[in-house]
C-alpha cells in the first residue's frame, strides 16, 4: 500500500510539471542573444538606385536622400577643399536663425568692395534682408553677401563665428568658414558630405528652397531702376523637376554645383565639387537622374 501511494505522489508531481504556468499560457522560452525582432511590416525600398551610379569626372561628390539623409553614393565625400559660393548656403541658413527678414539693411563702403559678382549698391542704399537674401541665392552677388553678414553679424569676423556655430549645430564636422561669400581666403575649407549636411538644411527651409528655385527674379534699386537676373543654376531650365540650390566657381574652387530634385514623392541632394567647365552640369544632370529616375533597390 505504501509503495501504490508513492507511485500516486510521483506521478502527481509529474503531472504538475507539465502543467501550463499560471493564466494558462506556457512560460516563454529564452531567445538566443542575436534573435532578430519580427516586424509587422515588410520594409519599403531601400532609396537607393538599383541601377550603377554615372561616372564623373568631379574630385569629390556625393548624394543623398533629403528627406532622410540617406547617402546614396559618394566619391572622396570627405575631402577637405574651398567650396566657393556654394558656402553661402550657411550664411542663408544663418541669416533665417537671426530673426526677420523684413528687417532694413543700409549698405556701407565696407560692403562694396569686393569681386568679381556684384550687386553694384551704392553706400548709403536701404534694402530689406529678404530682398537681398534672394538675390544672393540667385545671382550670388558678393556685396550681397558682405552687406548681410554685416549687418548679422555686427562685422564680417562675428558673422563667421555664426556661420561655424551654425556649421556644427549641424553636424558639420570638417568646415571652417571665414567669410560669408565663398572667395579664397587661407583656413576656408567644407567637404561634399558637410555642404550636402549644409544644404539638406536650407532645403528644408521653406523660405531659402523657394528662392533657390526661382530661374530669374528682379531687383529694384533705390532710385527705381530695374534689375532682371537669371539664376546661375542652368539646371532649373533644363530638368523640370529640378528645384536647387547653389552654384559656385574660384580658381582654387574650380567649378561647384549643389543640385535638388523631387520626382515621384522622393527628393535628393547633389553636390559636385572642384569639377571642370565642360563637365560641372554633365556630372551634376547625371547624378540627380540616377538617383530619382533609376528604379529603387528592395
Known sequence: MLRQNLSRILSLAVLCATLPACGGKSAPRPQPANYPPQTSQPSGPSGIPSSAPPSVSAESAIVIDAVSGKVLYAKNADSLRPVASTQKLVTALVLIDAGPLDKPVQIATEDTLCEPTKLFMKPGEVYNRRDLLRVLMVKSANDVARALARDCGGSLEGFSALMN??????????????????????????????????????????????????????????????????????????????????????????????????????????????????????????????????????
Open 165 to 298: 556655430r551654425k556649421a556644427a549645430a549641424l553636424g558639420m564636422r570638417n568646415s571652417h568658414f571665414v567669410n560669408p561669400n565663398g572667395l579664397p581666403v587661407a583656413g576656408q575649407y567644407s567637404t561634399a558630405r558637410d555642404m550636402a549636411i549644409a544644404a539638406r538644411a536650407a532645403w528644408h527651409s521653406p523660405t531659402i528652397r523657394s528662392f533657390t528655385a526661382l530661374k530669374t527674379t528682379t531687383f529694384t534699386y533705390n532710385d527705381g531702376h530695374v534689375k532682371e537676373m537669371e539664376n546661375t543654376n542652368r539646371l532649373l531650365k533644363k530638368i523640370p523637376y529640378c528645384d536647387g540650390l547653389k552654384t559656385g566657381t574660384t580658381d582654387a574652387a574650380g567649378r561647384c554645383l549643389i543640385s535638388s530634385g523631387t520626382l515621384n514623392g522622393r527628393s535628393t541632394i547633389v553636390v559636385v565639387l572642384k569639377d571642370s567647365t565642360p563637365h560641372i552640369w554633365d556630372d551634376s544632370e547625371n547624378l540627380l537622374r540616377w538617383s530619382l529616375e533609376s528604379p529603387q533597390m528592395p
